[in-house]
């Protein structure tokens, strides 16, 4: 198995991004537990390895069509799904009226998330990287997420209603017009 053949569904560039779907997949379980700290570590970790993958796409040449799709598909899982789960979690909401409205509102943000990837997908070629994302790009999306939920942890917005209305702002800007810098 060459990690270096742009064929190899398991390339180096690849195995990154797979490692990077393990971190997200961990990291749901430990919301599940009301882990939370546990699930951000892994989250972060997420995010530096889809930093990683695509460097080294680049570098080595491995960029793909599947390595593409891949990675959106990662991104969905850990910054789309998991972020939208810890902080609905976090809030732990009394009521199951208000239950069912402030999830709807995360269910738009997971329905925003993967809009937005799938527009990128049709968009993107293997190996093309544009100077600049429309909209809020879901790593970005997800960082705020952990943002409101350090708010929401330090007591500083109390109100689980805020924190719906704001997650649905930072939804309704992934698929905005927004243009922000690649990096």
């Not at 960029?63 to 969905?76: H, I, K, R, Y």
């Not at 705020?144 to 109390?158: A, K, N, P």
Request: proline residues 4%.
């Amino acid at each position: 198995m060459n990690l270096f053949d742009p064929h190899n569904r398991f390339n180096l560039a690849n195995s990154i991004t797979f490692a990077n779907v393990a971190c997200g997949v961990i990291a749901l379980y430990f919301v599940t537990q009301k882990e939370f700290f546990i699930a951000i570590i892994l989250a972060w970790i997420a995010g530096a390895l889809d930093i990683a993958d695509g460097k080294v796409a680049r570098k080595y040449n491995l960029s793909t069509e599947f390595g593409v799709q891949l990675d959106s598909f990662a991104d969905f899982l850990s910054f789309v799904i998991m972020p939208a789960f810890l902080l609905f979690y976090s809030l732990n909401i009394q009521s199951g009226f208000a239950t069912f409205l402030i999830g709807l509102i995360f269910i738009y943000y997971i329905i925003s998330g993967l809009r937005r990837l799938v527009e990128f997908n049709l968009k993107t070629d293997a190996g093309s990287v544009d100077k600049f994302f429309t909209g809020v790009p879901t790593p970005l999306g997800a960082i705020l997420l952990w943002v409101l939920y350090l708010l929401h942890s330090f007591g500083v917005i109390d109100s689980p209603w805020i924190i719906a209305i704001l997650t649905g702002i930072v939804a309704w800007s992934l698929n905005s017009q927004i243009k922000i810098p690649h990096p």
